[in-house]
């Protein structure tokens, strides 16, 4: 016996894989992002994936989050006031009067 793990025999390292560090990473983010600008941290796991860089989503978030690289949320934006309707519409009476 030679005291290493049984494990290592049956290694077989990926072809390709690369090890990237953050900054490379961060990279790779900003050009995707750039592309298609909308993306979260799913959908750019999911491009670098399709690009051949195998990433680990957790990872993706981490760099995103670190660097303030996430998307602005849209926010929704709900009429409230329907101006086309064919009630009668009343002056205001209240506009030259100072309140006390």
Do not use: W
Not at 7 to 35: F, N, P
Not at 56 to 76: D, E, F, Q, S, W
């Amino acid at each position: 016996m030679i005291g290493l793990p049984r494990s290592i025999y049956y290694y077989r390292a990926q072809k390709g894989s690369v090890m990237l560090t953050d900054s490379e990473l961060e990279e790779l983010i900003g050009t995707v992002q750039d592309e298609l600008p909308g993306y979260g941290y799913r959908r750019v796991t999911y491009e670098l994936r399709r690009r051949g860089h195998g990433i680990n989503h957790k990872r993706v978030a981490r760099v995103m989050r670190a660097k303030g690289m996430g998307i602005k949320p849209r926010r929704r934006h709900v009429r409230t006031t329907d101006s086309k309707h064919e009630s009668p519409i009343f002056p205001n009476l209240y506009c030259n009067i100072v309140p006390a």
